[in-house]
């Protein structure tokens, strides 16, 4: 009943935003250029997410026709650069955070160059990674991959830095060696970190593929609202926003779920 | 010096730290022979280098001067042959409980089989069998502290050091604990060495209760408790006892509140 309740409450306010909306649309108080209604969004939607040609058998299964709408080749675009991009980064960050988490010679040698350049936006790399790799994915790889290093090597360094210390004496009292110290009681104990850090670079992630859709390739979900501007197809742009807000939701959901499920020892993520 | 019954043995030890620039001196001249399958508390108030004391003996820390053996070998640094109970518990909060009392074993390369059986047959021992799957933040102090204790049963050490292990729990459970430990002392015979503040929990445990004084870290009284187990804390004798050490830990720990007032001022 309780949980009903809750539930209902958390759609009222999406639902007036959605009512006021409409109003403002069918009174004719905007421009449906300016802002098209909720419907014709949805309409809008609907023309993108479908496939555009008829379905033919000739040119494959029906499944593989279901995958043909420009919205779902966008989608699968977006996510292939970053899904690319972040183990990039993240493979990149994780290895050095390690080492710098764990011995103080690493972390003097690559901290000052790590501080200098993690204030630096990745959107700020644009003009070089143009120059560098020209345009399509090998640029955007880049700058989501440069997205998603800061957060995971950030996370990782201090992960290890605080391991409790008396989980080491533990260690050395039970007798593990330096490298059973760091498998079994350094690494599990940073796990919690290097997650929130994993999530974090995927949130920046997730903002660095738009951006550089916007610039150096042409499909991809950020490509599309642009290119829909250009049309003054705005509902194509509202559209593309919240295909874009949905997708980021479903993957920090995915990426919090995978997390509590890996960390269910860990204390902070549970109530109480 | 030391003969075959000495099972630890501390010799002159010395240990002097820094603190905000100045030397502390935690602990002078002990000398402490401990035969093997002793039960020793070392009592005292905060400071007074009892944990200093043990976390030499555990190799975490080493003497400044003078010489720490067992068996005649000296420590040079920690070892499973310590095993060592904390008060935090420390265990590995990502390991469920059975993985917690399994883990030195596997680390010294143990058979598979062999860890089953011999974990299987701790937790039944500590009566921790139903929790084995759950992880240390589903369990209550007095559960936790019972993995501690499994986890160094496990590597059979012969010495087990125990750094006020009982000091967060509640009277009851701490009773509870202290009555389970002393049925595994006596089933499996080990030296024993107990850090306490605690008269009550010294007097019911142990053998022989050494009263250390506040800084530097000396021993002013070595007391051997001959009393009966199991041990009526209201008897007379043990309140005789519980008196005498009362009075002595009462000059110790205004020592120490004198020394603190006049830190204080300085600050």
Request: neutral net charge; hydrophobic residues 45%.
């Amino acid at each position: 009943m309780k949980g009903y309740r809750h539930a209902a409450s958390g759609v009222l306010v999406p639902l007036a935003a959605l009512a006021f909306w409409q109003l403002l649309s069918s009174m004719g108080w905007v421009n449906a250029t300016i802002l098209p209604s909720p419907g014709a969004v949805l309409v809008k939607w609907w023309a993108y997410l479908r496939p555009l040609e008829a379905f033919d058998p000739n040119q494959g299964s029906y499944l593989k026709w279901c995958f043909t709408g420009e919205l779902i080749q966008d989608t699968i675009g977006s996510l292939y650069r970053v899904l690319v991009g972040f183990v990039i980064g993240g493979g990149l960050a994780l290895p050095l955070g390690l080492a710098m988490g764990y011995s103080r010679v690493a972390y003097g040698l690559f901290n000052p160059l790590v501080q200098v350049l993690r204030p630096i936006p990745p959107i700020a790399y644009i003009p070089l990674s143009i120059l560098w790799f020209g345009l399509g994915n090998p640029p955007a790889v880049f700058l989501i991959s440069i997205g998603a290093f800061f957060p995971v090597l950030m996370n990782t360094v201090a992960g290890v830095q605080n391991v409790d210390s008396i989980y080491l004496r533990v260690g050395r009292n039970l007798g593990a060696s330096r490298l059973t110290q760091f498998t079994r009681i350094i690494l599990p104990a940073a796990t919690p970190y290097i997650f929130t850090g994993a999530r974090i670079g995927m949130g920046t992630s997730f903002i660095v593929v738009i951006v550089s859709e916007m610039i150096a390739v042409n499909n991809g979900l950020g490509y599309r609202i642009l290119e829909a501007r250009e049309y003054l197809w705005s509902d194509k742009i509202i559209a593309g926003m919240f295909t874009i807000g949905l997708l980021g939701l479903g993957i920090d959901t995915l990426m919090s779920r995978l997390s509590s499920h890996l960390l269910k020892w860990h204390r902070g993520l549970e109530q109480g | 010096m030391s003969d075959a019954a000495t099972h630890i043995s501390i010799q002159g030890v010395h240990k002097v730290f820094e603190s905000g620039g100045q030397e502390v001196h935690a602990l002078r001249a002990i000398d402490l022979e401990i035969p093997r399958g002793q039960f020793v508390c070392l009592l005292g108030p905060s400071g007074c280098g009892k944990s200093t004391l043990l976390n030499a003996v555990a190799g975490f820390s080493l003497a400044t001067a003078g010489t720490i053996t067992v068996d005649g070998k000296a420590i040079t640094e920690p070892g499973p042959d310590r095993g060592m109970v904390f008060q935090e518990y420390a265990l590995f909060p990502w390991m469920t409980v059975e993985q917690n009392v399994a883990f030195g074993l596997e680390i010294k390369g143990t058979d598979k089989a062999a860890i089953q059986e011999k974990v299987a047959s701790l937790l039944a021992m500590l009566n921790l069998t139903d929790f084995r799957k759950r992880f240390p933040k589903d369990l209550s102090g007095g559960m936790r502290q019972r993995v501690a204790i499994a986890r160094v049963l496990a590597l059979d050490s012969p010495i087990m050091l125990m750094d006020e292990p009982f000091g967060a729990l509640d009277a009851l459970t701490r009773r509870n604990l202290q009555d389970e430990l002393l049925r595994i002392w006596t089933e499996l015979k080990k030296t024993i060495l107990f850090v306490t503040h605690s008269i009550e929990e010294a007097l019911y445990l142990a053998d022989r209760t050494v009263v250390m004084t506040y800084r530097p870290g000396t021993i002013k009284r070595d007391l051997m408790v001959d009393l009966e187990r199991p041990r009526d804390v209201a008897s007379p004798a043990f309140n005789a006892l519980k008196k005498e050490l009362s009075h002595l830990l009462m000059e110790e720990q205004s020592r120490h509140n004198q020394a603190e007032f006049k830190g204080a001022a300085v600050d």
